[in-house]
Nanobody
Framework: QVPLVESGGGSVEDGGSLRLSCAASGWPYSTYVMGWFRQAPGKEREGISCSNWSGGSTYYADSVKGRFTISRDNAKNTLYLQMNSLKPEDTAMYYC??????????????????WGQGTQVTVSS
């Protein structure tokens, strides 16, 4: 059973917007650090945005700062990523992840033990 399910990916043109969702099931994820990661073909998976349980502590990679916004609705066990001003270089498979023992700072891949299956985002020029 996959505890995290992403949705909302798709194909958009340069400058477009998408909103990703990550639904958690079977776990009280409200106390977990959660984050969004992406992996482009031939590249390593990278952390792009993470949030603590309250949303009061967040991290954004420089490449998405000012364009992407992370949010969470703990009552719905759902994590969101609003992506605006998308660029072709944002094209990747996007994953959400969660863990109770990690930290927001740095949004490191190695800190997360629970992963979704991913949703594809493609931005055309």
């Amino acid at each position: 059973q996959v505890p995290l399910v992403e949705s909302g990916g798709g194909s958009v043109e340069d400058g477009g917007s998408l909103r990703l969702s990550c639904a958690a099931s079977g776990w009280p994820y409200s106390t977990y650090v959660m984050g969004w990661f992406r992996q482009a073909p031939g590249k390593e998976r990278e952390g792009i945005s993470c949030s603590n349980w309250s949303g009061g502590s967040t991290y954004y990679a420089d490449s998405v700062k000012g364009r992407f916004t992370i949010s969470r609705d703990n009552a719905k066990n759902t994590l969101y990523l609003q992506m605006n001003s998308l660029k072709p270089e944002d094209t990747a498979m996007y994953y959400c992840a969660a863990d109770w023992s990690t930290v927001v700072a740095g949004c490191e891949v190695v800190g997360f033990g629970y992963w979704g299956q991913g949703t594809q985002v493609t931005v055309s020029s």
